[in-house]
């Protein structure tokens, strides 16, 4: 039997001619591509795009449900010069297509000997599987690693292209010019206005004020948002469709997405303007950012202009389907990296016999995705096997952590404290999500090694061969970016830090204590005696003695603060009686947390005061208060460098007691 004859080839009839699938979009060669031969592009209905060699995507060209299959057969053999029979195109079809959701229904065909004539390297993997009652109501999607999982869309199509409208200018190049270099100057000018102290200071502001660390996931959230407006705008103006934005949990981390997946009929040049758009708003996010934060002086907004400017720098990263995967994807100009890896390791111990989807891959791109998969596997491992091996030693901590927090959100609820209540029930859902989502992510993967298992063990049982490497369909999905992955990573390791600095220390019997349970006041009583709770307290001050020290009723017991990072001893004789004044105007009859530092040593056992911070209601320390208003020193504590940066510019603009009528510090 010659080479492309069909073991028995079927005459078709009238009733016979396949069906196209409706909505099917045809968008031409695809530009910028990293394979031997070129790859064309198609578009189904609902979205998803297929790279197809250059015989399948003129199969499905010529579908138009009248056509017999002879006659497809003459056209392909007018399109490629080559020998093709009915047989074979009834076999590409029922085999190839449809799987794919490509065509709808096919006559039934034996399959040939060989597939038609083809160029080498138009192949694939895929078993020739039969697909009899396929349900093509519903086309099979691409199923990826490590792709979003559980997404929801909240924002669809349309209100999507019309948020993209407006934003477009942004795209010109003068504007983009511009914006890079206000993002420039305004890094510049934090960096050279305030440097590393500001930005201990605000890491500080957080920690001990949970409604900061509330404002600051806010902004965080909507710089998030802001992101995927930048990848559909920047489709939108290159000439594509973007679909919908919405939000799903990547690895075990909520985030949003946004669907580009028409981005691939741009060339590569709009492929890349899209990858980068979320890049390139977030450094117009972070320039807004950084001119709040030098006109206002809120330390917040540098805690957030940091944690922004390192979830920009994560979204380079490759090992993962973050911008940065795609933008390695569309210079290389294969799409679908994480498909080749495990092709791309079998040829590495096996040169002789070369994958077909390596080999169809050009030399000098087979060498970048070689590496790529070279850093990326080790990479994966390294963070499995440590969860693995962790994750008997971190449950029971986070069961802990998880009681803590629940205790801290009742005990704020409690006392009035609303912030410090939703920052608690914030780290108790972060210490959930991640087991709960890495428990399904798990099951996934077990799921699928159990499905391979099972198909080899049938195969096996019956013989069956190895699938023929033919020309194939491969859906290239480009559905999601999870452009907040890393993102909501930062926001939520921000919460769970100002979380942490509410919640209760270790309480393991190395710890030391952060709570002197057995200190003593005059008398004999302990200074906590008969008080229960965390120890982060709620209470309101009843006295002021100096300006480093309060009284403080906590459950109807009165407690004596000797405040953290605020230096009475550095008051000069001539500001004492001014300071203290201004101590009793911010904290008489005033709400306060009283925060402790576990980084101090506890006080000696007979010590009457309990070392703490002090939070107004505003979310403000006091501390902090005192020193930026001159009327304290910087003491120690574990934000002693921005008490120091604080004292600084108090000192610089004659605040306090650095200026009338002292005139200056203490000889």
């Known amino acids: 039997m010659s080479s492309g004859t069909a073991a028995s080839t079927l005459e078709p ?73 009915a047989s074979q195109v009834g076999f590409l079809i029922a085999h190839r297509l449809r799987p794919a959701g490509l065509a709808g229904a096919a006559p039934t065909t034996e399959p040939p000997d060989q597939p038609p004539g083809r160029a080498p390297g138009e192949t694939g993997t895929v078993a020739a599987a039969d697909t009899t009652g396929l349900d093509h109501t519903q086309p099979p999607r691409g199923d990826h690693l490590l792709m979003l999982r559980l997404r929801t869309a909240l924002v669809p199509d349309a209100a999507v292209w019309r948020v993209a409208g407006p934003l477009r200018p942004l795209f010109r190049a003068p504007v983009v010019v511009l914006a890079l270099a206000a993002f420039v100057a305004v890094d ?136 940065g995967y795609y933008i390695l994807a569309d210079l290389v100009g294969v799409p679908d990296l994480f498909n080749r890896m495990r092709p791309i390791l079998r040829s590495l111990f096996r040169r002789e016999h070369a994958d077909p989807l390596v080999a169809d891959l050009k030399p000098w791109v087979r060498r970048v995705v070689t590496a790529w998969v070279v850093l990326v596997v080790p990479f994966l491992l390294y963070w499995v096997v440590l969860f693995a091996v962790l994750a008997p030693q971190l449950a029971p901590a986070a069961w802990q952590s998880l009681t803590d927090f629940g205790g801290q959100a009742l005990e704020a609820a409690r006392s009035g404290q609303p912030a410090a209540a939703v920052v ?146 550095a008051i000069p004789v001539c500001a004492l009686d001014a300071a203290t004044a201004f101590a009793r105007d911010t904290l008489l009859d005033q709400a306060v947390t009283l925060v402790p530092d576990p980084t101090l040593a506890p006080p000696p056992p007979d010590s009457p005061t309990w070392p703490a911070y002090l939070v107004l209601d505003d979310q403000q320390s006091y501390t902090d208060t005192a020193i930026t208003a001159g009327w304290a020193g910087a003491g120690q504590g574990r934000y002693r460098p921005g008490f120091l940066a604080e004292q600084q510019q108090a000192r610089d603009t004659g605040a306090g007691m650095w200026g009338l009528p002292c005139a200056g510090p203490p000889p």
């Open 13 to 85: 009839s009238a009733s016979q001619a396949p069906v196209p699938v409706e909505g099917i979009e045809f968008l031409g060669r695809y530009d910028g591509s990293g394979f031997r031969h070129p790859r064309y592009l198609l578009r189904r209905s609902d979205g998803q795009v297929a790279q197809l060699p250059w015989l399948l995507y003129r199969t499905a060209w010529h579908l138009d449900g009248r056509r017999s299959l002879a006659e497809l057969a003459a056209l392909l053999g007018a399109d490629t010069g080559r020998d093709i029979t």
């Open 188 to 323: 510049v000018a934090v960096v050279a206005v305030h440097g590393w102290a500001g930005v201990v200071a605000a890491g500080q502001q957080l920690t001990t004020a949970p409604a900061l660390t509330l404002a600051v996931l806010g902004v965080i959230v909507a710089g998030g948002v802001f992101h995927e407006c930048g990848h559909v705008t920047a489709c939108r103006y290159g000439g594509a469709t973007p679909g919908p934005m919405g939000v799903g949990i990547y690895l075990v981390w909520p985030a949003f997405y946004s669907t580009v997946t028409d981005a691939y009929r741009l060339d590569r040049g709009g492929r890349l303007r899209t990858d980068l758009g979320g890049v390139y708003f977030n450094t117009i996010f972070l320039t807004i950012l950084g001119g709040g934060y030098l006109a206002t002086g809120q330390a917040w907004l540098l805690a957030a202009l940091v944690v922004w400017h390192v979830e920009t720098v994560w979204q380079f990263l490759p090992s993962l389907r973050l911008d």
């Open 424 to 569: 608690g029930v914030l780290g108790a859902l972060l210490l959930v999500l991640p087991w709960a989502a890495g428990s399904y992510l798990v099951a996934t993967l077990l799921g699928r090694l159990a499905r391979a298992v099972r198909g080899w063990l049938t195969r096996r049982r019956r013989g069956a061969a190895a699938p023929t490497p033919i020309a194939r369909a491969r859906l290239a999905p480009r559905t999601a970016r999870s452009g907040l992955a890393a993102g909501c990573l930062l926001v939520f390791g921000a919460g769970l830090a100002g979380a942490a600095a509410l919640g209760p220390p270790d309480r393991s019997p190395s710890a030391s204590p952060a709570v002197p349970a057995a200190a003593t006041a005059p008398g004999g009583a302990g200074v906590l005696a008969g008080i229960s709770g965390p120890p982060t307290l709620y209470g309101q001050v009843t006295a002021v003695r100096d300006p480093d020290t309060a009284v403080v009723e906590v459950a109807g017991r009165p407690i004596t603060v000797d405040v953290i990072g605020a230096d009475a001893a």
